[in-house]
């Protein structure tokens, strides 16, 4: 609880800036988040950071040969493009990973999350033969381990 306290204080400094006036409001926001956060249950899920190191590594080198194949696109001459949808099933029932892994695709330049379900996402792509099951299911299973 210490570290939340501290956290939604920083956050409250960011927000309000250092100042000994607000210090008071300070105190009273801060208090009532925690009491909102411990009333609720809310508590963030286990993290393994060698995981998460590696997620992220993985994730940086998607988005960047994503970023370099759609500018190939857009310089190209002839337009390259084979716009649609498709569903992506969820293999991890875990919340958090089903979340962060549509918000993981919209950050993937040419792909777009347009509607989570329980079980599947339905994903917007720029080319449809281009879009890899295996790359996405590789990030949920990294997305699996980072919450595990």
Same mark, same amino acid.
């Given at each position: ?11 409250? +400094? ?15 926001? =801060? ?15 286990? +993290? ?8 992220? @590594? =993985? ?6 040969? @994503?970023?370099? %194949? ?26 958090? =990973? ?17 509607? +989570?379900? %329980?079980?599947? =996402?339905?994903?917007?792509?720029? %080319? ?15 997305? %699996?381990?980072?919450?595990?």
């Amino acid at each position: 609880m210490l570290v939340l306290a501290v956290l939604y204080s920083l956050l409250w +400094i960011a927000i309000a800036g250092y100042d000994l006036k607000s210090v008071f409001f300070g105190v009273l926001a =801060v208090g009532s988040a925690l009491f909102v956060h411990i009333t609720l249950g809310l508590y963030p899920p286990r +993290i393994n950071p060698i995981a998460l190191f590696e997620f992220l @590594g =993985v994730f940086l080198w998607q988005a960047l040969l @994503g970023g370099i %194949d759609v500018a190939r696109r857009i310089v190209s001459p002839q337009l390259r493009v084979n716009p649609g949808f498709v569903v992506y099933n969820f293999q991890s029932e875990k919340l958090w =990973v089903k979340i962060l892994l549509a918000l993981t695709i919209n950050l993937t330049p040419g792909t777009l999350s347009v509607v +989570i379900e %329980d079980k599947q =996402v339905l994903v917007h792509t720029l %080319d449809v033969e281009s879009y890899s099951e295996e790359s996405v299911r590789s990030l949920e299973g990294l997305l %699996d381990r980072v919450f595990s």
